[in-house]
């Protein structure tokens, strides 16, 4: 634990790219192959499952440490962060302890999983003790299952393909898909063979960056295809061994979410796989994002659920056909191959996502603008010459989005932070008027620069009114336009609505409390883009 | 009526006619130690330590100041007052206040650990106690001065390996020093900020003994300041004022630096929880020692502190002042700048 501690509180600290894969390489160089394997699973959101709840964490730290419930919470809300209160606040370590490698503190957690509680206690307890405060966060973090340290998937990648002889593509597509970090040794999960062996494996995607600035910069329109931006799940399709996976972009295998798939698993030919969007559709029209997630967080998928949010697979690119690998063909050649896999198998759970036709980008910008009443949130824009590459790379592939809706709002709750932003007011809930009264329908989190939070932070310490547990009721005063890519009616909220991508987009320092949006208004907003 | 009011303008002791830490222009302050948010501008009167009294004219500028020693009282009106080491910084003092009987005592800002400059804390027997609670969290638990330093020691010494200047944040006043005190035992090119030079000729010509630096000026070379250690106060952090130390590594030196969230929203390359604060141990130490009836809470953590202290049969109530922020006595960039200006007359 003390090497992975360290690489834990090295990841953290820096803020540089080449720093966090420096120190990444030199743990994969010297850590042993079982760790190694345990941290590629974690950085890449493959956690350990969950077998004590954090409620236990909590309950048995301020057990040791002496500590009534409030005052855990109080210190919980100013640290922002469990795993981390819980190592400041437990009694200092046994004098004698013995460093114990990350991979048998994992399988050691992974026996106590269908023990009483108490044994799980005595387990928790015990490892606490032994571990200095470095090495119980991230113990804690293992127990709690939630380890964002801010490395992307491409600096792991690298960092590996600094110690082993392997392009970073081939890695990344390697250490996707469908493998457990308990049963891999360092040498299948890298090897080629097992990588052939593993049917549901799916390629890295291929991630576009945003247009900033005249989109004309890119080239000339012949070069490009265009399409809509749909506002669903990035997904793969695959249908390999007559059996059919189907993947999210955040990696997580989503097969049995949506049995609509199962349909396709006759149709389709052997040896696919296709890129395209999740998204919940009648008709061939897409529904809005809300729908898909009274879908995604269920763990039984009802006929209610069928019915009212029918899911479909909008494709837009050919990655393997025939089990063949054809992300290194043009995009062009791709879209033809796509457009009769998709004609040939004619089922309505397949749809083609369709070429956006066009001659100046005027014109398109023309097109874009209507993007909303297609259910899309703006247009994407993919060179025709171009192969599907991994990750995030400028060039080739751009996404377009239309102008965000926006609403001007007044702060009346906020909450600290997590993270970086522990122990600052940066969470906040913004109100519309409605008649002399303020009715919230929103939280945002993101939008501010540090030195704006900072100045929000102090303002909201002079000016809070109410205390209830973490949440302060502020003075009504600040104003902020709010941005948001979509709108849909919602009986969990007061004002009857839910936005989606809410964020701050500025501090209108220039309005008065007065002066800000109504219900009304949201009301509007929701009858022209929320169907 | 209380023998200390919290009144608009500071606690005020109405038998003696006197503020303490006052934040708006009065007749007498006297004052518990140099930094901006306790010792302010435009009071007539201003009664200290003899070693606050050489930093508050370096901020003050010319005022009409009476200085005293620990345990030297004095009567203000028929009140007693006297001064008692609060181990914060240079010359802060307690603030005992006796009158019929009755005994307060000001705490001003406080830690219990003697760092070897700012005297040695000293708890007053008292029916009332007014203590800050700037880290009153007990996730807020300090490593021994002896062992921050050799982590900060550790830390110079590999910067120095991997041809790095070390610049060290810390407030030029109070946290400069101990870090000074602290790294002179490993390098004698030592390089300082315009604020953190001003606050240590005061203090040299005060007579206090500190290891020799050097002030970094527009004329400096810039090749003396490969793999030397610089002090600089936060307003400096991030500035272009830094540029010329590159290539350098920033460790950044505050209480604050306890928390991973607060490391990583500075940027800094290295946090050391060195603090001149008590903290929740310090704190709960200090008031139970001083045998006080009744304790008031004032800046930091003061809800959580007090409730605490509630619970566990003190009692207790929260008071709201004007020193440090809400919780953030001295993490706030705009508060430090402002007094680091200060200090700095200006020469950033």
Redesign the interface.
């Known amino acids: 634990m003390k090497t992975f501690a360290l690489l834990i509180a090295q990841l953290g600290a820096s803020t540089k790219t080449n720093e966090k894969l420096d120190a990444l390489a030199e743990y994969f160089a010297t850590a042993a192959d079982p760790d190694k394997v345990w941290v590629i699973a974690l950085f890449s959101g493959r956690r350990p499952k969950r077998v004590i709840s954090s409620a236990f964490l909590q309950l048995w730290c301020m057990e040791a440490a002496n500590l009534p419930a409030w005052l855990f919470e109080e210190c919980y809300h100013t640290v922002g962060d469990l795993g981390e209160t819980i190592a400041l606040l437990l009694p200092p370590a046994n004098r004698e302890r013995s460093d114990t490698s990350l991979s048998s503190v994992i399988s050691r957690l992974m026996t106590v999983e269908k023990e009483e509680e108490r044994v799980k206690k005595a387990f928790v307890m015990d490892t606490w003790m032994q571990l200095d405060k470095d090495e119980r966060f991230v113990f804690n973090k293992l127990l709690t299952g939630n380890f964002r340290i801010g490395v992307s998937q491409k600096t792991i990648v690298n960092a590996l393909a600094k110690t082993i002889q392997l392009e970073p593509s081939v890695i990344a597509h390697r250490i996707s898909g469908n493998w457990d970090p308990a049963t891999t040794s360092f040498e299948t999960l890298l090897s080629e063979k097992s990588s052939a062996a593993d049917h549901s494996k799916p390629y890295p995607f291929y991630l576009a960056y945003a247009i900033d600035g005249e989109v004309s910069a890119i080239g000339n329109e012949e070069e490009w295809q265009a399409e809509w931006k749909w506002d669903g799940i990035r997904g793969q399709l695959i249908k390999r061994n007559h059996e059919i996976f189907v993947w999210s972009r955040g990696e997580e295998l989503m097969t049995e979410k949506f049995p609509e798939y199962h349909a396709l698993k006759n149709m389709l030919p052997e040896g696919l796989v296709l890129d395209g969007e999740i998204i919940p559709s009648i008709e061939n029209k897409p529904l809005p994002f809300a729908l898909l997630q009274t879908r995604i967080g269920r763990k039984n998928v009802t006929g209610k659920n069928l019915r009212e949010a029918p899911i479909a697979f909008f494709a837009y690119d050919v990655l393997e056909y025939n089990g063949n690998d054809f992300r290194g063909q043009p995009l062009s050649a791709r879209r033809v191959l796509l457009e009769e896999i998709v004609s040939a198998v004619n089922h309505p759970v397949l749809i083609i996502s369709p070429v956006i036709e066009f001659t100046s980008w005027d014109q398109l910008e023309n097109i874009r603008s209507g993007s909303r009443d297609m259910g899309a949130e703006g247009i994407m824009l993919k060179r025709k010459s171009s192969a599907y590459q991994v990750g995030r790379r400028v060039g080739d592939w751009w996404k377009w989005k239309v102008d965000p809706l926006v609403i001007d709002a007044v702060m009346v709750y906020a909450q600290k932070g997590h993270g970086r932003r522990s122990n600052l007011y940066t969470d906040y809930t913004f109100a519309v008027k409605d008649g002399d009264r303020l009715v919230s329908f929103t939280k945002a989190y993101s939008g501010l620069t540090d030195k704006e939070f900072a100045q929000v932070d102090a303002f909201v310490k002079k000016n809070s009114l109410e205390k209830f547990g973490p949440v302060r009721t502020v003075k009504p005063e600040l104003v902020f336009e709010i941005a948001f890519e979509g709108i849909a009616a919602s009986n969990r909220h007061k004002s009857g609505v839910a936005l989606r991508f809410p964020r701050i987009n500025r501090w209108r320092r220039d309005k008065k409390p007065d002066e800000i949006n109504t219900l009304e208004d949201l009301k509007k907003l929701l009858q022209a883009y929320g169907k | 009526m209380q023998l200390i009011e919290f009144t608009d303008k500071g606690l005020y002791c109405s038998a003696g006619d006197f503020y303490i830490d006052p934040w708006a222009p009065v007749d007498k302050a006297v004052i518990t130690h140099a930094h901006s948010d306790h010792a302010r501008p435009g009071n007539a009167f201003y009664l200290c330590h003899t070693q606050t009294a050489p930093v508050l004219k370096l901020r003050l500028g010319d005022i009409s100041v009476q200085t005293l020693e620990w345990n030297e009282p004095v009567y203000i009106n028929n009140v007693k007052v006297s001064l008692y080491p609060a181990g914060h910084i240079i010359g802060s003092s307690q603030v005992k206040v006796e009158h019929n009987g009755e005994i307060w005592v000001v705490s001003g800002d406080y830690k219990i650990e003697n760092d070897g400059l700012s005297g040695t804390f000293e708890p007053v027997r008292c029916h009332t106690f007014i203590s800050e609670s700037t880290f009153g ?3 807020y ?1 300090w490593k021994s001065q002896q062992e921050i330093f050799a982590d900060i020691r550790q830390w110079v010494t590999g910067n120095q390996r991997a041809g790095k200047t070390s610049v060290m944040i810390a407030y030029s006043l109070g946290k400069a020093q101990r870090v000074l005190k602290c790294i002179a035992e490993i390098t004698d090119r030592i390089f300082v900020h315009g604020a953190v030079w001003n606050v240590h000729q005061a203090l040299l010509a005060a007579g206090r003994a500190l290891p020799a630096v050097q002030r970094i000026t527009p004329e400096t070379n810039k090749s003396a300041f490969k793999n030397a250690v610089i002090i600089a106060p936060p307003s400096a952090d991030g500035t272009p004022w830094m540029k010329k130390f590159n290539p350098y590594s920033v460790g950044v030196c505050s209480g ?1 630096m ?8 500075r ?5 050391f929880a060195l603090s001149d604060h008590a903290d929740w141990e310090g704190l709960l130490t200090a008031v139970k020692e001083t045998g006080a009836e009744k304790v008031f809470v004032t800046h930091g ?1 003061q ?2 502190f007090s ?2 202290l509630n ?1 566990n049969g003190i009692r207790s109530e929260e008071v709201k002042t004007a020193y440090g ?4 006595e001295q ?4 508060t430090s700048k402002e007094q680091e200006e200060e200090i700095a007359g200006g020469d950033i």
């Open positions: 969290l007990p996730v638990h604050w306890q928390i991973r969230g607060n490391m990583r929203r940027n800094a390359d290295a946090g953590f809800s959580a409730r605490y619970e922020g809400e919780e953030e993490e706030k960039p705009s």
